[in-house]
């Protein structure tokens, strides 16, 4: 425990709770220093405050870029309490000790996201602030620091409790969370300056998040887990809003992205992508959505079960029963009718999203991933083959409407695991082949499942006759495209560029297959 505190230095950009703060601490016979616009809201409030220009004896100077950068300042928070020493040296320089720092930054992250020239986010980068946290934070043992509204209420408390003093215990996670927000807020100025000057790979990556729940375990029930968001504010997982449901585990919140980052590849017609462990199941375009839907459902309907469906569109009533005819994990969706949410609440722990709007896929990002003892950083895989791109290497040219399909299985592939391979018919997957070592495996895993699906639901055709097939990557050999000419396919959509194209085109050729390609892979590891 330390002495009461009896000086508290406030200066404060967010002025939530300012007032109902600055009485408490008055009430316990604190005398409050402060500066600008947190010492005029102060005293308006009829609490006394001493601006710091007094407490200093030296002026605001050059439009308040020094005001607290002083040693009457620092030295106040710095000595150490229990160092004779220092306590002299207070005393001989006429520095009296400050008990509490009570600041939060200048708000240069919102000026960026604003969009704000140059010059303003310059003047938005804070020094007195950070200085002073800093100084507070690192002599905790006697100075209790706060950087968030959240925690007025707990100090207030603490000092009620203790006799207008804090505990060693809430001084240090004060300050570790003190050192914390600085972290964060001169990596946001790195990441920001290296962004004015080009830089993608900066010599020194610094990341920041904000903790925003801790899960209850990890992929697996002996790994801790949580969940951090980066404060962007692209539509998804990170920004929803959940109306319902139980907890969102690790696996979900994984799952749930990938579903909801595919069905934004569509934006044209109403859309739907069941996802099972970051793998689509199935994915559909219709005319309404409960027709996307029940295409999407039947690729692999027994693959869906417990899986993650996400739409483009507002889920209505007609469609929410049909989803509550299955048992799924969480549906994510731009928003939800009355109607439609009234139906889901009587599935108790299924969770429902709802997001605001659509993700980009086009739209600008890095993503991270960890290694031992490092992380590769890389843009978001935001590219996007347009039809005029495509470049036709066969003999026969594809049709209007297999052209469709096969964009459509090529936007699909992109975010199903390598290797990956993609059948579709009509606007719908009709089989996936995911994550295998082997193209060729993929190939005949996917007309596999699509025979197996039709199978199930009595149909006497292979849904894959007639299909156009995507491959998110070359084929290496002409065995995958001639498993997918086995399967029925009459056109297929790849990157090209191997050693063997054209051996895969004679092959595509001989069997009277339609082919393009891309330029572009989507490996997704």
């Known amino acids: 425990m330390?002495?009461?505190?009896?000086?508290?230095?406030?200066?404060?950009?967010?002025?939530?709770?300012?007032?109902?703060?600055?009485?408490?601490?008055?009430?316990?016979?604190?005398?409050?220093?402060s500066t600008g616009g947190s010492a005029n809201a102060i005293e308006a409030a009829g609490v006394p405050v001493k601006e710091v220009a007094d407490h200093t004896g030296f002026p605001e100077i050059m439009d308040g870029r020094v005001k607290t950068l002083h040693p009457k300042i620092h030295g106040g928070l710095l000595g150490r309490r229990s160092l004779s020493s220092h306590m002299q040296a207070m005393e001989d320089n006429d520095i009296?000790?400050?008990?509490?720092?009570?600041?939060?930054?200048?708000?240069?992250?919102?000026?960026?996201?604003?969009?704000?020239?140059?010059?303003?986010?310059?003047?938005?980068?804070d020094i007195g602030g950070p200085s002073m946290i800093r100084s507070a934070a690192k002599n905790h043992e006697s100075v209790t620091v706060v950087v968030d509204p959240s925690d007025y209420d707990r100090v207030v408390a603490e000092m009620n409790d203790n006799g207008g003093a804090t505990t060693a215990e809430t001084r240090r996670v004060l300050a570790a969370k003190a050192f914390a927000r600085t972290g964060a807020y001169d990596s946001a100025i790195s990441s920001w300056f290296a962004g004015e000057l080009g830089e993608t790979f900066p010599q020194r990556l610094n990341v920041s998040a904000e903790l925003k729940q801790t899960l209850r375990y990890g992929e697996n029930p002996h790994?801790?887990?949580?969940?951090?968001?980066?404060?962007?504010?692209?539509?998804?997982?990170?920004?929803?809003?959940?109306?319902?449901?139980?907890?969102?585990?690790?696996?979900?919140?994984?799952?749930t992205d990938a579903a909801f980052e595919l069905v934004s590849e569509f934006d044209e017609k109403p859309a739907v992508a069941i996802i099972k462990h970051a793998n689509p199941c199935g994915v559909a375009e219709g005319d309404s959505l409960i027709d996307a839907y029940h295409k999407a459902l039947s690729c692999d309907p027994v693959s869906a079960f417990g899986g993650i469906i996400a739409l483009n569109r507002t889920l209505d009533k007609q469609t929410a029963e049909e989803i509550a005819k299955l048992f799924a994990e969480v549906v994510i969706c731009p928003d939800a009718d009355d109607a439609a949410k009234e139906v889901l609440a009587a599935k108790k722990n299924l969770r429902l999203l709802v997001t605001g709007g659509m993700a980009d896929p086009e739209g600008e990002d890095m993503t991270l991933r960890s290694l031992a003892g490092g992380y590769l950083l890389q843009n978001r895989d935001a590219g996007r083959v347009k039809r005029e791109e495509l470049k036709v290497v066969t003999k026969r040219k594809p049709s209007e409407a297999e052209l469709d399909d096969l964009l459509f299985a090529f936007r699909v592939g992109k975010h199903v695991k390598s290797n990956a391979i993609v059948y579709v018919k009509d606007g719908k997957t009709v089989g996936i082949g995911a994550g295998q070592m082997s193209r060729v495996d993929s190939s005949r895993i996917a007309a596999w499942k699509a025979e197996e699906a039709g199978k199930n639901a009595g149909e006497s055709?292979?849904?894959?006759?007639?299909?156009?097939?995507?491959?998110?990557?070359?084929?290496?050999?002409?065995?995958?495209?001639?498993?997918?000419?086995?399967?029925?396919?009459?056109?297929?959509?790849?990157?090209g560029g191997s050693m063997r194209d054209e051996e895969v085109i004679a092959a595509a050729d001989e069997n009277d297959i339609a082919m393009v390609f891309t330029g572009m892979r989507h490996f997704r590891h």
């Open 2 to 33: 330390t002495a009461r505190i009896a000086r508290a230095l406030i200066s404060v950009s967010d002025k939530t709770g300012l007032v109902e703060f600055a009485k408490s601490l008055h009430a316990q016979g604190v005398e409050i220093l």
């Open 96 to 125: 009296s000790p400050i008990d509490l720092v009570c600041v939060n930054l200048y708000p240069f992250e919102e000026t960026v996201a604003k969009g704000a020239d140059f010059d303003t986010c310059i003047e938005n980068i």
């Open 223 to 255: 790994q801790q887990a949580a969940f951090y968001t980066n404060g962007k504010n692209r539509p998804g997982v990170a920004t929803a809003t959940q109306l319902q449901g139980k907890e969102l585990s690790f696996n979900n919140l994984n799952d």
């Open 461 to 495: 055709d292979l849904r894959t006759q007639g299909s156009v097939v995507s491959s998110d990557a070359f084929f290496p050999f002409a065995d995958g495209l001639l498993a997918a000419v086995k399967a029925g396919a009459t056109a297929v959509i790849q990157p």
